[in-house]
């Protein structure tokens, strides 16, 4: 799958997903959501985890302070959330602080009969501790799930009112003390293992209960002191008791009303979007081919001395279903293609489609197909098909699998198929806006440009690849940026501010890219040229990737000498050897592992981790983090690189069969350590989608 990698940021990602789900399938209001955007009661959590798969979006509002929150259930156990806050007047004075953080919650025990649903959470691990705790909550419901009723215990800021000492002490004396630093807002970007489940602890709990299928009225008892607010930014705390009357809406959304302990009126807004479950699943693109009754060589007018006629009719066959035909040649009773998917997010969905032209437009006697998948010009895969299985799984009830499971996927390093002239040269352009947002300024925490984008390509011939892409501003507060970067390391990203003030027009790329097969189960790839936004270079890669197995192996060096500010044609002194050895796996049900071990932008070693889930209709969300040898002091903020990323595919939004999504990746701060240069069309995207995991995720696109 293509995506169009466009550096939105959260705000905008909000509205997006929201204007979606907007229009999602209904689905009911299980529980309340916390202002901190996790299941959770008003303050205080709940032993409760969302749907899996499930992505919500919530803002919470109340005098002084905004929380923009973005959840994941990333298993059916495991949710972890990123949240921004803007807290006015944080230091008594007249500024505002600008907090991220992230959570994590684990269903320690799902609910039974006799036994509430647990989770053990973190809020705030890994940020500034501002709302640093730690939790273990239970929930139950009762009256046919109509009431639940949640106690807790708690620690950090969750076990700062009515407080006590830590039960856990009973195996170390550790867990008495608890850093008084850990909580006060430092920029620490640590995971302070050292102070979880430390100091005192407290008790929490509360109620919610369900007056119609609309309204929710929630009740709880809070062991949140709000200490920090107290005694920067004017917070009065009068009780521990909160409550909320929560509207539901058809798409699981909700609004909020809270009085917040006695001195405060909040309102908050949710969002739940459900990956899962696209606008239009079944898709509204127009029907495929039905199957044809054999015909013979003579009725189809093939014979050999009209090969040329033969290859325009398929051709033109497969043209109109947005497929298009590069090579094909017809031995004995088999006939070989190779064709490139331009239309469909479905490897497989591509697959089937060529398959049913084939056998409408080949003699009765050809009873064998082997169709050559290939991307930016190399072979990736090739898929045995029998004409008779076509046949016969039409319109079987259990057609998608058992056509899954007759076809024969193997690697395809060298093309079997002779090549139909006229495919290259070949030359693509196209002209459209573009929203460019920049994210967590301390100054002003959301900038963004709008304007216009050229894009255009020119393949020569196969695997040869010239494109590049140019942008113009017309409007936007990007260059209004003064901040200037405070870090010790080579200015490697934290220069982003100057590239933003000093360029009108741009070039964002403009490449030369080379594509190849060196041998079974190898991929390669040459790129050479303005190779994104701050570097040009050359970058090399190599692949190891087996058509039927979950372990990749890759290896890419690089290297880059950054770019002038103007984004235009010229280069800084800087410039830095860098490289990477890679390991993807796909541990199947839709989960993705990457590790990546090299040499970053800036010179320092280290290593990035990444786990993404990715469901059978293309969206994908995941994380990641790098620790390299640069230390945390000289990191600076943040300590070490971190973020999230999620992709959302056109077809997802509209249900047309178009490739192509929306990308983004959020970071809490953007700083030297740990950066990669950002190539595009690295290997196991570029190959992965036409081989058998991928195929086998979304063969139920076969017979679409």
């Keep these: 799958m293509t995506v169009l990698h466009n550096s939105l940021g959260l705000s905008t990602s909000l509205i997006l997903l929201g204007l979606c789900?907007?229009?999602?399938?209904?689905?009911?209001?299980?529980?309340?959501?916390?202002?901190?955007?996790?299941?959770?009661?008003?303050?205080?959590?709940?032993?409760?985890?969302?749907?899996?798969?499930?992505?919500?979006?919530?803002?919470?509002?109340?005098?002084?302070?905004?929380?923009?929150?973005?959840?994941?259930?990333?298993?059916?156990?495991?949710?972890?959330?990123?949240?921004?806050?803007?807290?006015?007047?944080?230091?008594?004075?007249?500024?505002?602080?600008?907090?991220?953080?992230?959570?994590?919650?684990?269903?320690?025990?799902?609910?039974?009969?006799?036994?509430?649903?647990?989770?053990?959470?973190?809020?705030?691990?890994?940020?500034?501790?501002?709302?640093?705790?730690?939790?273990?909550?239970?929930?139950?419901?009762?009256?046919?799930?109509?009431?639940?009723?949640?106690?807790?215990?708690?620690?950090?800021?969750?076990?700062?009112?009515?407080?006590?000492?830590?039960?856990?002490?009973?195996?170390?004396?550790?867990?008495?003390?608890?850093?008084?630093?850990?909580?006060?807002?430092?920029?620490?970007?640590?995971?302070?293992?050292?102070?979880?489940?430390?100091?005192?602890?407290?008790?929490?709990?509360?109620?919610?209960?369900?007056?119609?299928?609309?309204?929710?009225?929630?009740?709880?008892?809070?062991?949140?002191?709000?200490?920090?607010?107290?005694?920067?930014?004017?917070?009065?705390?009068?009780?521990?008791?909160?409550?909320?009357?929560?509207?539901?809406?058809?798409?699981?959304?909700?609004?909020?009303?809270?009085?917040?302990?006695?001195?405060?009126?909040?309102?908050?807004?949710?969002?739940?979007?459900?990956?899962?479950?696209?606008?239009?699943?079944?898709?509204?693109?127009?029907?495929?081919?039905?199957?044809?009754?054999?015909?013979?060589?003579?009725?189809?007018?093939?014979?050999?001395?009209?090969?040329?006629t033969r290859d325009s009719h398929l051709f033109a066959a497969l043209e109109a279903e947005g497929i298009e035909l590069e090579g094909v040649t017809v031995q004995g009773d088999t006939a070989t293609v190779r064709f490139a998917n331009g239309r469909y997010p479905a490897a497989a969905q591509a697959l089937g489609r060529t398959a049913r032209v084939l056998a409408n437009t080949t003699p009765a006697e050809i009873s064998t197909f082997r169709l050559e998948a290939t991307a930016n010009g190399m072979t990736t895969s090739r898929t045995t098909l029998r004409r008779s299985d076509l046949e016969e799984l039409e319109y079987d009830l259990d057609g998608t699998w058992r056509s899954y499971a007759r076809a024969r996927i193997e690697d395809a390093p060298r093309t079997e198929s002779q090549s139909v002239s006229g495919v290259y040269p070949k030359f693509d352009w196209r002209i459209t806006p573009y929203l460019d947002p920049a994210l967590f300024d301390p100054d002003e925490p959301i900038r963004a440009d709008l304007g216009v984008q050229a894009e255009a390509s020119f393949a020569p011939v196969r695997g040869l690849i010239f494109s590049g892409t140019m942008r113009q501003p017309i409007a936007g507060n990007l260059d209004e940026s003064t901040r200037p970067s405070n870090s010790v390391l080579p200015h490697v990203r934290t220069d982003s501010v100057s590239y933003a003030t000093q360029s009108d027009l741009e070039i964002k790329h403009l490449t030369a890219e080379y594509f190849f097969r060196p041998g079974t189960n190898l991929f390669g790839r040459v790129t050479a040229g303005y190779l994104e936004t701050m570097y040009g270079g050359v970058s090399g890669e190599l692949l190891w990737k087996p058509v039927n197995g979950p372990l990749a192996l890759g290896a890419e060096l690089n290297y880059a000498k950054k770019r002038e500010f103007d984004q235009l044609f010229g280069f800084q002194e800087y410039d830095i050897v860098t490289g990477h050895a890679s390991a993807y796996y796909d541990f199947g049900g839709g989960y993705l592992g990457q590790v990546d071990v090299g040499r970053y932008l800036a010179g320092d070693y280290g290593a990035t981790f990444s786990l993404d889930r990715e469901f059978d209709n293309g969206f994908r969300v995941g994380a990641f983090f790098t620790l390299t040898d640069v230390s945390f002091d000289d990191f600076g903020e943040g300590s070490f690189d971190k973020g999230i990323r999620f992709t959302v595919p056109i077809d997802w939004l509209s249900g047309t069969a178009t490739q192509g999504g929306y990308g983004t990746t959020i970071r809490p701060v953007l700083r030297d350590g740990g950066a990669r240069l950002d190539v595009r069309n690295r290997l196991y995207e570029v190959v992965r989608g036409s081989q058998t995991n991928e195929l086998e995720d979304r063969w139920g696109k076969f017979w679409r």
Excluded: C
């Design 21 to 308: 789900s907007a229009q999602a399938q209904d689905v009911e209001l299980r529980f309340p959501v916390s202002e901190f955007g996790t299941p959770g009661l008003i303050d205080m959590p709940t032993g409760e985890v969302f749907e899996d798969g499930t992505l919500l979006l919530a803002s919470s509002f109340q005098d002084g302070v905004q929380k923009y929150t973005l959840s994941f259930q990333l298993t059916p156990r495991i949710f972890g959330s990123f949240r921004y806050a803007i807290v006015d007047s944080f230091d008594g004075g007249d500024g505002a602080r600008y907090d991220r953080s992230f959570d994590f919650g684990y269903l320690l025990a799902e609910e039974t009969a006799l036994r509430p649903s647990m989770v053990v959470g973190l809020r705030d691990f890994g940020g500034t501790g501002v709302y640093g705790s730690e939790y273990v909550a239970a929930t139950k419901h009762f009256m046919d799930d109509r009431l639940s009723v949640t106690g807790g215990i708690g620690w950090g800021r969750l076990g700062s009112y009515g407080g006590f000492q830590n039960p856990l002490n009973f195996f170390s004396d550790a867990f008495n003390n608890r850093s008084e630093s850990v909580g006060a807002g430092g920029d620490t970007g640590q995971l302070d293992f050292d102070q979880w489940f430390r100091g005192d602890a407290a008790v929490f709990g509360g109620l919610a209960y369900q007056i119609n299928p609309r309204l929710t009225f929630a009740l709880e008892y809070s062991s949140d002191a709000y200490e920090t607010e107290i005694a920067n930014a004017g917070f009065e705390h009068k009780t521990p008791i909160n409550a909320a009357l929560t509207y539901g809406f058809n798409n699981g959304g909700g609004l909020t009303v809270y009085a917040l302990h006695g001195s405060e009126i909040g309102f908050m807004a949710s969002l739940p979007v459900h990956p899962q479950k696209p606008r239009y699943s079944s898709g509204i693109e127009g029907a495929p081919p039905a199957l044809l009754p054999r015909r013979t060589a003579a009725a189809l007018s093939w014979d050999e001395a009209s090969l040329q």
